[in-house]
């Protein structure tokens, strides 16, 4: 096998290796947190539904605001306790989309998705992982404001991480829901696919939820033969990446094909098919003759394509 090209130095996996302690002992003492936030090194994040907001600057735009700051902006629905970061508290302010909305017609601020402030290097990377970890409670809460088993208003306890039902004194916890993204491996070829939702150039790994009662592997499996018709063998766990879009776990893995023949499930799919060392290593490299692509580094299938094409994928 040829030596593959230098890509450069590999980056950082997004929204990963977060220097936040979440400190999770304090979220039931109000008067620490209480202290916590009034403390002059406490910080924020806003977030109004899938928009974040940015103080503009420059060469990198501002992700933290002070909490005094914080609270200027607009009324905060619900405030979750992100954790310490070298002793200093983090909270994610939680504000109605229209308020956030309604800060882009400011000059200070930038208003936008997190996907887009991740993908563009918009902010410094270490802010990525407490603001997704703000995102993806704080979007919980947005859709679970009720009781699921008798519908009553619940409370928010546990500094934003539970809500309580005052009549069925049922606790709801945020859920995070786990996701199997896989690179099916034919030898020297890889399988990749295309979803609708792409942009035209991109292919990327198949991906798709764990059911109930299913283990990782046996999702890999599953996916794998119902999006492409692929029978896999052995799974081999790679990485994983929080994906708050809006609360998922990408759960990275290698799968050894034991068929070839690709039959492709057009309720899932475009299309898909196997790719060599080769033609990877342009489409990472953004040479590719036709144009095609691989998703961007922030993603995780970006990191498990080039770690293939790299020569990590190993079943031994």
């Not at 501002?62 to 609270?71: L, N, P």
């Not at 302010?93 to 200070?108: H, R, V, W």
């Not at 809500?163 to 049922?170: G, I, N, S």
């Not at 081999?236 to 708050?244: D, E, F, N, T, V």
Request: aromatic letters at 6%; glycine letters at 8%; hydrophobic letters at 45%.
């Amino acid at each position: 096998m040829p030596p593959p090209p230098d890509l450069g130095r590999k980056p950082r996996l997004g929204y990963t290796d977060s220097r936040i302690e979440r400190a999770a002992e304090l979220r039931a003492d109000e008067a620490a947190l209480a202290r916590l936030a009034a403390d002059a090194g406490a910080g924020a994040y806003v977030i109004g539904g899938d928009l974040i907001v940015l103080k503009k600057a420059a060469p990198l735009n501002q992700a933290m605001f002070t909490v005094a700051q914080a609270r200027t902006l607009a009324p905060a629905g619900e405030i979750v306790f992100l954790g310490l970061h070298e002793g200093a508290a983090r909270f994610g302010f939680g504000i109605a989309p229209a308020a956030a909305e309604a800060l882009k017609t400011s000059e200070d601020f930038l208003v936008t998705d997190l996907r887009s402030i991740a993908v563009h290097g918009l902010i410094d990377t270490e802010h990525l992982p407490p603001m997704a970890e703000a995102k993806a409670v704080l979007h919980w809460h947005l859709r679970h404001r009720h009781c699921a088993n008798c519908g009553v208003a619940t409370q928010v306890v546990q500094a934003g991480w539970r809500r309580d039902c005052p009549a069925c004194k049922a606790e709801h916890f945020p859920r995070t829901d786990p996701v199997v993204i896989m690179l099916a491996i034919d030898g020297e070829r890889c399988l990749l696919g295309r979803s609708p939702r792409f942009v035209p150039s991109m292919w990327s790994c198949l991906a798709g939820f764990v059911e109930p009662g299913e283990s990782i592997e046996d999702a890999v499996r599953r996916e794998t033969r119902e999006e492409a018709g692929i029978v896999c063998g052995r799974v081999k766990y790679l990485a994983s990446q929080p994906w708050p879009f809006p609360s998922s776990l990408m759960i990275g893995c290698f799968a050894e094909a034991r068929t070839h023949e690709i039959v492709v499930d057009r309720n899932e799919l475009e299309d898909a098919r196997w790719f060599d060392r080769a033609e990877i290593a342009t489409m990472l490299a953004r040479k590719h003759s036709d144009g095609l692509t691989t998703p961007p580094p922030v993603a995780i299938a970006h990191y498990i394509i080039r770690a293939w094409m790299e020569g990590e994928a190993s079943f031994d």
